[in-house]
T-cell receptor
Framework: GQQLNQSPQSMFIQEGEDVSMNCTSSSIFNTWLWYKQDPGEGPVLLIALYKAGELTSNGRLTAQFGITRKDSFLNISASIPSDVGIYFCAGAGSARQLTFGSGTQLTVLP | DGGITQSPKYLFRKEGQNVTLSCEQNLNHDAMYWYRQDPGQGLRLIYYSQIVNDFQKGDIAEGYSVSREKKESFPLTVTSAQKNPTAFYLC??????????FGQGTRLTVV
């Protein structure tokens, strides 16, 4: 199947620091999605991007849809302890085309 | 409220037994998906369905079966042919061109 390369695989940061993670693909997507998953729970949608070049914010989160439609990044500013979790990117197109990255495990140290 | 519901949250299976995981959505979404997640791993697609009475294999369909008799429901059966079924199972739904929403997951353990 299609592959998304998500990096980094894990991050350890101090509370208050900014975080950046990204996803790249060999395929073009019509939609980029970013999710957060807490332990033992289903992923929750953070941000959805629908246009190449689009930059969208949701509180301390900012995500961009790459101009080539093959990449996206997510930034978290001023991290707090509840930001801990696994962050997934996903590229979406047709009903068949919903592909997830391998996830970024974020740990926030006090 | 609209949403997607998985049940049960925890499920235990004996060796050689088939078990069925439930997924129901009232979002009027056309497409539904089943994913498997192993500890520290990403999401792997088992099956997906675009419309009622139609479904397609994903990347790891062996040992699993599904049905889509109603738009709202997409149950997953883990058969005895699945040799390593212990995992976290996630169901999702979406309409083409929109974001996907997930259920809360079912943790299946073989005892």
């Amino acid at each position: 199947g299609q592959q998304l390369n998500q990096s980094p695989q894990s991050m350890f940061i101090q509370e208050g620091e900014d975080v950046s993670m990204n996803c790249t693909s060999s395929s073009i997507f019509n939609t980029w999605l970013w999710y957060k998953q807490d332990p033992g729970e289903g992923p929750v949608l953070l941000i959805a991007l629908y246009k190449a070049g689009e930059l969208t914010s949701n509180g301390r989160l900012t995500a961009q849809f790459g101009i080539t439609r093959k990449d996206s990044f997510l930034n978290i500013s001023a991290s707090i302890p509840s930001d801990v979790g696994i962050y997934f990117c996903a590229g979406a197109g047709s009903a068949r085309q919903l592909t997830f990255g391998s996830g970024t495990q974020l740990t926030v140290l006090p | 409220d609209g949403g997607i519901t998985q049940s049960p949250k925890y499920l235990f299976r004996k060796e050689g037994q088939n078990v069925t995981l439930s997924c129901e959505q009232n979002l009027n979404h056309d497409a539904m998906y089943w994913y498997r997640q192993d500890p520290g791993q990403g999401l792997r697609l088992i099956y997906y369905s675009q419309i009622v009475n139609d479904f397609q294999k994903g990347d790891i369909a062996e040992g699993y079966s599904v049905s889509r008799e109603k738009k709202e429901s997409f149950p997953l059966t883990v058969t005895s042919a699945q040799k390593n079924p212990t995992a976290f199972y996630l169901c999702a739904s979406r309409t083409q061109g929109t974001e996907a929403f997930f259920g809360q997951g079912t943790r299946l353990t073989v005892v």
